[in-house]
Every structure is written in structure tokens, then in C-alpha cells.
């Protein structure tokens, strides 16, 4: 059973678009992460959201953590080609990093 | 943040045979892990790299099939053993600080066994 589920798992769009990419979970997280990864490159950090209800921005990236901390969602404004790439949501247990299950976004010009 | 090398990039390896994976940073750090990737999936962990004793293997993951050293706070290898063509994958090394911190990834090593 993965601990981290994202939906959707693909998302293909046209460039303008807005988008919401979803990471839950039954467990309860100190924080949850966000990564980028591009191909043929390890995942970048993009933000950690620690506070249940925070929200974050970055440019046209809004995160926020559920409450309960226990879910985060990543919506995009006005997506560009450039923003393609693989999304994943990642969460501490004790002390390893796990993974979402990933969505992998196509944006078109 | 630290800068990793991580070699090869790539290989092509028959079954049956063995690769070892270097991961080399630019500074002391105090986790190290190894993550695999399988084509168009997400990451999954397979070992924490422990300083100087054995490492910390997750479930479905062995010793005998993924032998990992770290013989300093800068340095790891992981070895896929007896290549099988199920063994194909993107590894990736990966760097921390403590528990809630960011991880720091090498660009991974495509692995395409035959």
C-alpha cells in the first residue's frame, strides 16, 4: 500500500491552463515536500510546508497542507512548457524519505 | 547545497552481472540514501547508507542483491548484483541533513540491463 497517493498520475494540457495536482495520505505528516524532477535529472526540492492549513506560493506555484496534515495540494496558474516535469509529493517517516506516486505533466504550446 | 557526482551516468550491462554505483559529495553530509526509479514511476527507497557499518535496507530489498558501502561521510557505492533485466532502472543517490530536511539528488544512473 503506498502512503503517499497523487492524482492524477498524467495530465497533458495546453500552455495558459490552470492545474491542481492532489497528494493524500490516512497518515499524519510533520511536513510534506514537493519536488520537480525534469528527465535525466535527480527530483529538486521545491517547497516544505510544515503549519496544517499553510499555504505557499512560489511565482505561479500554490502549495497547501490540509489541516489535519494529512494531505497537500500543488495548483498551477497560467502553466508554461517549461513547468513539464514529473510532480512529486514526499513525506518523512521517522527517518526516511518516501515518495508519492508522481504526476507527470505535459504542458503544451 | 552539496553537489553530488554520482557515475555512471549510464550503462548497458548483460544479465547476470554486477554494476557498482559510485555517489561522491562535496561535503560531509549526514544521511545518504539510494532510491530506484523504474521506468515512469516514482521513487522508491532502497537503503540508508550508514557511516562506516551496514546498511539500512527497506522491505523487498537485500544485502545479497544491492550491497552498499559508506566508508566516510562524503562517499557511498551501491552495487546491483546479478543483473536481471527487472534489475533496469534510474538509481538515484541522495544527501540530507536530518529528518524533515531537504534531500539533495545526483542526476541518477540509468541502468538498462540485457
Redesign the interface.
Known sequence: TQLLEQSPQFLSIQEGENLTVYCNSSSVF??L?WYRQEP??????LV?VVTGGEVKKLKRLTFQFGDARKDSSLHITAAQPGDTG?Y?C?G?V?????????T?LQVFP | SAV?SQKPSRDICQRGTSLTIQCQVDSQVT?M?W?RQQP??????IA?ANQGSEATY?SGFVIDKFPISRPNLTFSTLTVSNMSPEDSSIY?C?V?SG??S???????TRLTVT
Open positions: 510533520s511536513s515536500q535525466g535529472e535527480g527530483p529538486v526540492l516544505t514529473l512529486l514526499a518523512w521517522t527517518d526516511k524519505l518516501i515518495f508519492g506516486t508522481g507527470r | 553530488i544521511m540514501f532510491y515512469g514511476q516514482s521513487l522508491t527507497l540508508t527497506e538515484l541522495s540530507g529528518p524533515n531537504p534531500l539533495h539528488f545526483g542526476n541518477g
